[in-house]
């Protein structure tokens, strides 16, 4: 069993940046590939990125990418989503979460084939 804590979020001016972090416990991290996921309000959770448990393979959705990067730490056993060029749109409640099997593309934004979950840390970005 794996629990995962996320914090950085906050309120930020379009524009800057903000840096996520996902902490894990629990269990061993590098059995885990670990995902980014957002919700705004009435909306369906939307996948970001996605990396495996090396660090080598990295995913993301056309929404965010070449603004959001997401890596992690094995020896801190934590992942990190680096958010730049942030715009209100951007706003939303951010959820890591963590898969025990290997990532494969056709399955990155279901949320269902994560096994874990973080509580959600609420990002909010103002023009």
């Known amino acids: 069993q794996v629990q995962l804590v996320e914090s950085g979020g906050g309120l930020v001016q379009a524009g800057g940046s903000l840096r996520l972090s996902c902490a894990t416990s629990?269990?061993?991290?590098?059995?885990?590939?670990v995902a980014w996921f957002r919700q705004a309000p009435g909306k369906e959770r939307e996948f970001l990125a996605a990396?495996?448990?090396?660090?080598?393979?990295?995913y993301y959705a056309d929404s965010v990418k070449g603004r959001f990067t997401i890596s992690r730490d094995n020896a801190k056993k934590t992942a990190y989503l680096l958010m730049d060029s942030l715009r209100p749109e951007d706003t939303a409640v951010y959820y890591c979460?963590?898969?025990?099997?290997?990532?494969?593309?056709?399955?990155?934004?279901?949320?269902?084939?994560?096994?874990?979950w973080g509580q959600g840390t609420q990002v909010t970005v103002s023009s």
């Open positions: 629990g269990g061993t991290f590098t059995r885990y590939a």
């Open positions: 990396i495996n448990w090396s660090g080598v393979s990295r």
């Open positions: 979460a963590a898969r025990s099997k290997a990532l494969i593309a056709t399955m990155l934004g279901i949320p269902d084939e994560y096994d874990f």
